[in-house]
Nanobody, 114 residues
């Protein structure tokens, strides 16, 4: 079992920034991929960004240049620096861990006011 603890969401004005954090604990071995997905009301959950244990990153086109994902292998933690926020970034952001199976965090709300 793997447990994920997220933090860092909040209410910000358009153009503002936040830093989301996700720490994994439990049965963590070998290679993994961690990332952030988001889900806005009435929409499907979508990938925002992901990073492998070795550092390979992947971003949704809508966030490239504004969001940066990083990691701390020692803590099995990932961070999402979100800059130049737009109202359309408003969503619940979920951390995902994948190795032999996937685990999800409880979600953290990001609300961007115009």
């Amino acid at each position: 079992q793997v447990q994920l603890v997220e933090s860092g969401g909040g209410l910000v004005q358009a153009g503002g920034s936040l830093r989301l954090s996700c720490a994994a604990s439990g049965s963590i071995f070998g290679a993994w991929v961690m990332g952030w997905h988001r889900q806005a009301p009435g929409k499907q959950r979508e990938l925002v960004a992901s990073i492998t244990r070795l550092g390979t990153t992947n971003y949704a086109d809508s966030v490239k240049g504004r969001f940066t994902i990083s990691k701390d292998n020692a803590k099995t933690a990932v961070y999402l620096q979100v800059n130049s926020l737009k109202p359309e970034d408003t969503a619940a952001y979920y951390c995902r861990y994948y190795s032999s199976r996937e685990y999800w965090g409880q979600g953290t709300q990001v609300t961007v006011s115009s």
